[in-house]
């Protein structure tokens, strides 16, 4: 090992080991893995944090504390009498500044220690996979359609074949291989060479659109926005692990619907009622003028209140069935923080009877941000166990 | 480093040797103060590893960042003694820290505290340390770092819970209960039996085993790596070479407030003595030694601790003004901390230095209290008691190879910090490998048990 005391001193003119080496960054790098151990443990916790995502960043910083290796200590007393120095009286009173009396030595893991916060950063896509494994969430079935994505895959040799496809290495080798043979030419023939073949397979359709429909009308307040983003938020990272492509669609509605970017959509705000069927309808119109639902994996994701205008409710019950037929799974997430309804409003209603119908859909009240986790996994459970859609 | 300061070394040992200093051969180093500041959080310049030293490592980088502690030396006692020196002194800092170093020298090879720990642990602590690390580090590699990891957990936390009472190389308990009718040792028994053979003729002589442990052990560390029912050998290695490291920590633990006066004491005066250093060196040597022996509190502020270099300071002052060198080498050479505050911090002294006791209420208003010199001397000493640790005892082992141990609530005080206690018994478990009792008492007084797993 590097740490040798024996080496000490008299090497003329080499660099000495512990300018070479530092032992205490080594610990504290293993300190800081075994935070991040701790820290993977409570992913679903400090995730939920909500300030987590920050503008298509890959990282994310949670703060820390240092972790304190244990020792036996008495209890903290009420009182502690110790011993100090300088112009007092007794009788004199005063407050304590921020040091803890009576530490002045230096014994073994000191007891101030815990005080300093440490910012650690973790990569996005480490923390899904950590939370993939944690939460025990199954892993998605694309629903693989008839896909006319066709593609050339290398398949086998040939002796004939275009000049370009022409193996080198393989041919090399027949020669090598008959000139084992009496009487045999040094040189190569016809029949050494080898050309790579070529054949049509058919690719399953890796390919999903999500849709994020987000009800945006008077009665979403800035917090229930902000849930809703962090749901959406992980959902995508959850969908990016299962798909080589993947699009995401947003779309914000009130009585009226419109497609937005990323960006913009979560900063939208609205006044007025809510009419969910203009949103579904929305959805409905991009699907059909730019996806084949045969040919790719469509989800959609929808947050609200629930409180859908109750004349609404044959409108969208309709536009939901069309899109749930041709949709992987849609989902339905109540954010109503501060009430807990549950799920028995106009909305909820909807997408209860679309469950009832066997349509691969699932509701879940989101009311805090703790919930933010417990939401994602019922969404991933019940998608990976749904029945296929007709 | 600045050059031209060893040429002065010489010098100064021989001044020191003059002045009835009596020390081995110190091989001074200089080093970056990157490593200074290793061997402060380590305590010797190779150790093992541990993440717990990462800990201590930031804690030291940002207290040096906010400009507190600079380290001029640290010094290893032993045969020859082993200074580091940070490359950045210049050459007063340098003149200074090699008095002082020859201080700590001679506390070193005279404190008896001192020397009998030198005795357990051998002369070359620093070389047995990195033994260690290496030892260690082949461990990890047969057996992975998580499980080395654990097994130092355990050994880490307990490392104040050694008896230096006891040898360091130490035997098991003796299996068995010694019969007393084979004493022979013992004159009167052995008069006794020769006068006329036992009534009743022949008993039947029945082993009896010994309770484990025979009496409440305070040596945890020991009794863990003995007589832990399913610990390997590896792990048990691991906790004596923590225990080994521990008593030679201990000595220096426990005189710190002589240690560092005494070499600050010596420090101060060979500069006195010393006419060949110029005169600006000596100006400059004089201000980074009233730097170093300064109270906490400046002028007219409070502190709420105190530096262990200015009390002792004070105190040697004190003593060879008042007794002369010969007594307070004999006292150097025999006490310890605690003996040393109790005997000679003196109420005019304690007055003199402004010292007082306090009482501060976890709300953290603090009350300056009545005079009381022996109430100061404790308040001084507390934090120093059994090597600044609650006193638990292993107190049993069932026949299941359950562990008991035992906080001795009424030395203390008052009971454990349980939350840190369930930790520690965590780690413990997991090398012990069978559950483990501790009773403490709650905050009401009455008796409390935690238990792992």
């Given at each position: 090992m590097d740490e040798d005391g024996g080496n000490r001193g008299e090497l003329s003119g080499a660099a000495k080991w512990y300018e070479l080496f530092s032992r205490g960054a080594r610990d504290w790098l293993r300190h800081d893995e075994k935070v991040r151990e701790a820290v993977r443990a409570n992913l679903p916790e400090i995730i939920a944090g909500g300030d987590v995502i920050n503008g298509g960043a890959r990282t994310v910083r949670v703060p820390v504390r240092m972790l304190e290796h244990y020792h036996f200590r008495l209890r903290r007393p009420e009182e502690q009498q110790g011993a100090g120095q300088g112009k007092a009286k007794p009788g004199d009173v005063f407050s304590a500044p921020g040091r803890e009396p009576g530490q002045g030595e230096k014994g073994p893991g000191g007891r101030d220690e815990g005080e300093v916060q440490l910012l650690l950063e973790f990569k996005i896509d480490d923390i899904v996979d950590w939370l993939w494994e944690a939460m025990k969430l199954p892993n998605l079935k694309a629903r693989v359609?008839?896909?006319?994505?066709?593609?050339?895959?290398?398949?086998?040799?040939?002796?004939?074949?275009?000049?370009?496809?022409?193996?080198?290495?393989?041919?090399?080798?027949?020669?090598?291989?008959?000139?084992?043979?009496?009487?045999?030419?040094?040189?190569?023939?016809?029949?050494?060479?080898?050309f790579r073949q070529l054949a049509r397979r058919r690719q399953p359709a890796l390919h999903a659109v999500v849709f994020f429909m987000l009800d945006v009308s008077g009665s979403m307040s800035d917090r229930d926005r902000k849930l809703a983003k962090t749901f959406f938020f992980w959902v995508v990272?959850?969908?990016?692990?299962?798909?080589?492509?993947?699009?995401?669609?947003?779309?914000?509605?009130?009585?009226?619907?419109?497609?937005?970017?990323?960006?913009?959509?979560?900063?939208?705000?609205?006044?007025?009622?809510?009419?969910?069927?203009?949103?579904?309808?929305?959805?409905?119109?991009?699907?059909?003028?730019?996806?084949?639902?045969?040919?790719?994996?469509?989800?959609?994701?929808?947050?609200?209140?629930?409180?859908?205008?109750?004349?609404?409710?044959?409108?969208?019950?309709?536009?939901?069935?069309?899109?749930?037929?041709?949709?992987?799974?849609?989902g339905y997430v109540e954010v109503s923080s501060g009430l807990s309804r549950q799920l028995a409003t106009e909305t909820g209603k909807l997408f209860a009877e679309l469950q009832a119908a066997g349509c691969a859909a699932g509701s879940y009240a989101l009311n805090d941000f703790e919930d933010v986790w417990g939401a994602v996994r019922h969404f991933f459970t019940a998608e990976a166990q749904a029945p296929e859609s007709p | 480093?600045?050059?031209?300061?060893?040429?002065?070394?010489?010098?100064?040992?021989?001044?020191?040797?003059?002045?009835?200093?009596?020390?081995?051969?110190?091989?001074?180093?200089?080093?970056?103060?990157?490593?200074?500041?290793?061997?402060?959080?380590?305590?010797?310049?190779?150790?093992?590893?541990?993440?717990?030293?990462?800990?201590?490592?930031?804690?030291?980088?940002?207290?040096?960042?906010?400009?507190?502690?600079?380290?001029?030396?640290?010094?290893?006692?032993?045969?020859?003694?082993?200074?580091?020196?940070?490359?950045?002194?210049?050459?007063?800092?340098?003149?200074?820290?090699?008095?002082?170093?020859?201080?700590?020298?001679?506390?070193?090879?005279?404190?008896?505290?001192?020397?009998?720990?030198?005795?357990?642990?051998?002369?070359?602590?620093?070389?047995?340390?990195?033994?260690?690390?290496?030892?260690?580090?082949?461990?990890?590699?047969?057996?992975?770092?998580?499980?080395?990891?654990?097994?130092?957990?355990?050994?880490?936390?307990?490392?104040?819970?050694?008896?230096?009472?006891?040898?360091?190389?130490?035997?098991?308990?003796?299996?068995?209960?010694?019969?007393?009718?084979?004493?022979?040792?013992?004159?009167?028994?052995?008069?006794?039996?020769?006068?006329?053979?036992?009534?009743?003729?022949?008993?039947?002589?029945?082993?009896?085993?010994?309770?484990?442990?025979?009496?409440?052990?305070?040596?945890?560390?020991?009794?863990?790596?003995?007589?832990?029912?399913?610990?390997?050998?590896?792990?048990?290695?691991?906790?004596?070479?923590?225990?080994?490291?521990?008593?030679?920590?201990?000595?220096?633990?426990?005189?710190?407030?002589?240690?560092?006066?005494?070499?600050?004491?010596?420090?101060?005066?060979?500069?006195?003595?010393?006419?060949?250093?110029?005169?600006?060196?000596?100006?400059?040597?004089?201000?980074?030694?009233?730097?170093?022996?300064?109270?906490?509190?400046a002028e007219d502020k409070v502190a709420l601790s105190l530096n262990p270099y200015h009390l002792g300071f004070a105190m040697w002052e004190k003593i060879v003004e008042r007794n002369g060198l010969p007594a307070a080498r004999a006292i150097m050479q025999q006490d310890d901390d605690f003996s040393f505050v109790r005997n000679h911090l003196t109420r005019e002294l304690a007055d003199e230095l402004g010292l007082f006791r306090y009482n501060a209420r976890s709300d953290g208003q603090i009350k300056v209290l009545e005079h009381d010199l022996t109430e100061l001397h404790e308040s001084v000493l507390a934090p120093k008691y059994n090597f600044g640790a609650p006193i638990v005892s292993a107190s049993h082992v069932r026949n299941d190879g359950t562990l008991e141990l035992t906080h001795d609530s009424t030395v203390d005080g008052r009971g454990l910090d349980l939350e840190r206690s369930r930790k520690v018994l965590d780690y413990l478990q997991r090398v012990w490998r069978r559950p483990i009792v501790l009773t403490t008492v709650n905050q009401a007084g009455s008796a409390l048990e935690l238990t792992a797993p």
């Open positions: 359609g008839p896909s006319e994505e066709t593609d050339w895959i290398r398949e086998g040799w040939d002796r004939h074949g275009a000049r370009s496809r022409l193996d080198r290495r393989r041919s090399f080798k027949e020669l090598v291989k008959r000139r084992g043979a009496p009487g045999a030419t040094q040189t190569f023939i016809d029949e050494d060479l080898r990272q959850g969908l990016r692990r299962e798909y080589r492509s993947l699009e995401t669609l947003f779309v914000a509605h009130t009585t009226e619907a419109w497609e937005f970017n990323e960006p913009d959509f979560f900063q939208v705000s609205g006044t007025g009622g809510t009419v969910a069927s203009t949103g579904l309808a929305k959805v409905r119109e991009i699907i059909d003028a730019r996806y084949n639902p045969g040919r790719c994996n469509i989800y959609l994701f929808y947050a609200s209140d629930g409180d859908n205008s109750v004349s609404d409710a044959a409108d969208a019950r309709s536009a939901l069935t069309a899109i749930a037929a041709d949709a992987c799974f849609t | 480093m600045s050059e031209g300061w060893q040429s002065y070394v010489r010098r100064i040992e021989e001044l020191a040797a003059r002045s009835g200093l009596e020390f081995y051969r110190v091989d001074f180093e200089a080093v970056p103060d990157s490593f200074m500041m290793e061997i402060a959080v380590y305590g010797l310049p190779v150790r093992m590893p541990h993440w717990s030293f990462g800990v201590r490592y930031i804690y030291q980088l940002i207290q040096r960042h906010m400009g507190h502690s600079r380290l001029f030396e640290v010094v290893f006692p032993g045969n020859p003694g082993h200074a580091y020196l940070a490359e950045s002194n210049g050459l007063a800092e340098n003149i200074l820290v090699t008095a002082h170093v020859l201080g700590h020298a001679d506390f070193a090879r005279n404190n008896l505290l001192f020397r009998r720990c030198q005795e357990q642990v051998s002369e070359h602590i620093v070389e047995h340390a990195a033994n260690h690390a290496r030892q260690i580090q082949q461990a990890i590699e047969a057996h992975g770092a998580q499980r080395v990891e654990a097994a130092l957990d355990a050994a880490l936390a307990l490392e104040q819970h050694v008896d230096i009472d006891q040898p360091l190389r130490r035997e098991r308990y003796p299996e068995f209960l010694v019969d007393p009718k084979v004493l022979t040792d013992d004159q009167f028994r052995k008069r006794f039996a020769a006068l006329e053979p036992l009534a009743g003729g022949s008993a039947i002589e029945v082993k009896k085993r010994a309770p484990l442990p025979p009496h409440p052990e305070r040596d945890l560390l020991w009794f863990v790596a003995n007589y832990a029912p399913e610990m390997e050998s590896w792990e048990r290695d691991i906790f004596l070479a923590v225990r080994e490291e521990s008593f030679y920590f201990y000595p220096v633990f426990a005189s710190q407030i002589m240690n560092e006066g005494w070499a600050s004491y010596w420090h101060a005066r060979l500069l006195r003595e010393a006419d060949f250093i110029p005169q600006q060196a000596y100006l400059d040597a004089i201000k980074c030694h009233s730097d170093v022996v300064r109270p906490i509190a």
